[in-house]
């Protein structure tokens, strides 16, 4: 069984940084690119990253592009994300997910408030 | 590569068939992935490549399209249908999603 479980969310103050951690089981972690992506209170989903099956290329949302930066453990099986110089309106639910076909299996989210 | 969604919610009895639509800013081939959201709940996939059925996915769902107009179809909505859909672009970066369309109990 496929499980995605994502931790390291929490409330920080603006300018501040959070690493996510998103732990993977189930699954060939080394087969599939890993995204995150995040859904802010009561809105849509927004992509933010992706790293490829062999973490040799990197794609990232404009609004996160030097400031957040995917990476992946393929001995722990773990996908992170460091963010970096936060911003009130990265304040959002934040989803890893792999890519087999679409986005097949997701974790169940981790919010980070960003608010002084 | 923006997608619009339409409509943006809609209201349906158990039992009807509806239509959402979904339209590409350019030609994204079959590269177009559509998602269920239930409340509190995170995405599941439903359809991949416009009209590829995700194992599990009970057959009333189905997604047709090519270039920039994709539809996805249910019929005969069940309690469970009554979420939120999005459809997402994986032909170029960055990824996109829609807008979401609320599809709500009449």
């Known amino acids: 069984q496929v499980q995605l479980v994502e931790s390291g969310g929490g409330v920080v103050q603006p300018g501040k940084s959070l690493r996510l951690s998103c732990a993977v089981s189930?699954?060939?972690?080394?087969?599939?690119?890993m995204h995150w992506v995040r859904q802010a209170p009561g809105k849509g989903l927004e992509w933010v990253a992706l790293?490829?099956?062999?973490?040799?290329?990197?794609y990232y949302l404009d609004s996160v592009k030097g400031r957040f930066t995917i990476s992946r453990d393929k001995y722990t099986k773990t996908l992170y994300l460091e963010m970096n110089s936060l911003r009130p309106d990265d304040t959002a639910i934040y989803y890893c997910?792999?890519?087999?076909?679409?986005?097949?299996?997701w974790g169940q989210g981790t919010l980070v408030t960003v608010s002084s | 590569i923006q997608l619009t969604q339409s409509p943006s919610s809609l209201s349906a009895s158990v039992g009807d068939s509806v239509t959402i639509t979904c339209r590409a800013s350019?030609?994204?081939?079959?590269?177009l992935a559509w998602y269920q959201q239930r409340p509190g709940k995170a995405p599941k996939l439903l359809i991949y490549?416009?009209?590829t059925l995700q194992s599990g996915v009970p057959s009333r769902f189905s997604g047709n399209g090519f270039g920039t107009d994709f539809t996805l179809t249910i019929s005969s909505l069940q309690p469970e249908d009554f979420a939120i859909y999005y459809c997402?672009?994986?032909?170029?970066?960055?990824?996109?999603f829609g807008g979401g369309t609320t599809v709500e109990i009449k």
């Open positions: 997910a792999n890519q087999k076909d679409g986005l097949d299996h």
């Open positions: 189930g699954v060939t972690f080394s087969s599939y690119g």
């Open positions: 790293i490829a099956a062999d973490g040799t290329s990197l």
């Open positions: 350019e030609g994204i081939s079959r590269y």
């Open positions: 490549s416009a009209s």
């Open positions: 997402q672009q994986l032909n170029g970066y960055p990824l996109t």
